[in-house]
């Protein structure tokens, strides 16, 4: 099992840059991939990044790359997503998940969610 938490969020401007954290604690950290998704008001969760168990992999929605980068360091137990250049439909709340299973676009994959970070971009 392992716990999440985010942090980092905020209100920042249109071109601004922002950078989230998770934190993992519980054993095993490196057995889960690890996703970031994000929720807008009245829109559904939404797929951002995910990365492989060991780093060395990474995906991103098309609405995001180019912008996002997502890492992780095993070593701390921590997540990382870098946001450069944001826009006002960036505007969310920003979820890490960590997922066994294969499928990482698809949050019903995932078996543990942290509480969430508000990102706020205004124009």
């Known amino acids: 099992q392992v716990q999440l938490v985010e942090s980092g969020g905020g209100l920042v401007q249109a071109g601004d840059s922002l950078r989230l954290s998770c934190a993992a604690s519980?054993?095993?950290?490196?057995?889960?991939?690890v996703g970031w998704f994000r929720q807008a008001p009245g829109k559904e969760r939404e797929f951002v990044a995910d990365i492989s168990r060991s780093g060395g992999g990474t995906s991103y929605a098309d609405s995001v790359k180019g912008r996002f980068t997502m890492s992780r360091d095993n070593a701390k137990n921590t997540l990382s997503l870098q946001m450069d250049s944001l826009k006002v439909e960036d505007t969310a709340v920003y979820y890490c998940a960590a997922r066994v299973a294969l499928g990482g676009r698809d949050d019903k994959n995932y078996q543990y969610w942290g509480q969430g970070t508000q990102v706020t971009v205004s124009s």
């Open positions: 519980g054993r095993y950290f490196t057995m889960y991939a």
